[in-house]
């Protein structure tokens, strides 16, 4: 059974930093290319990153590039993202999972941005 436990979200104030982690489990994931999604309040799924395997190429959304930097532990079956520079707007919960084909969504961790 696959399961995605993700991790490490909080309050922080504007301007600050927060590092998610995704331990994953029931695949291969040193296999597997992995991505951050985010959903905020009353608004769809919105992508923000993406890792290929094996760690060396990573790819961004404008809205996060700069940043955010997505990474993995493939040792350790753990996927990250390192947030620096908190805005309100990255108020949302943030989900990791394989795309464009999800296996089933976990709970997510809530990261809110406020002063």
């Known amino acids: 059974e696959v399961q995605l436990v993700e991790s490490g979200g909080g309050l922080v104030q504007p301007g600050g930093s927060l590092r998610l982690s995704c331990a994953a489990s029931g695949f291969t994931f040193g296999r597997t290319d992995m991505s951050w999604v985010r959903q905020a309040p009353g608004k769809g799924p919105e992508w923000l990153s993406s890792i290929d395997s094996d760690g060396r190429a990573a790819h961004y959304a404008d809205s996060v590039r700069d940043r955010f930097t997505i990474s993995r532990d493939n040792a350790k079956n753990t996927l990250y993202l390192q947030m620096n520079s908190l805005k309100a707007e990255d108020t949302a919960v943030y989900y990791c999972?394989?795309?464009?084909?999800?296996?089933?969504w976990g709970q997510g961790t809530q990261v809110t941005v406020s002063s």
């Open positions: 999972n394989r795309l464009p084909v999800p296996w089933s």
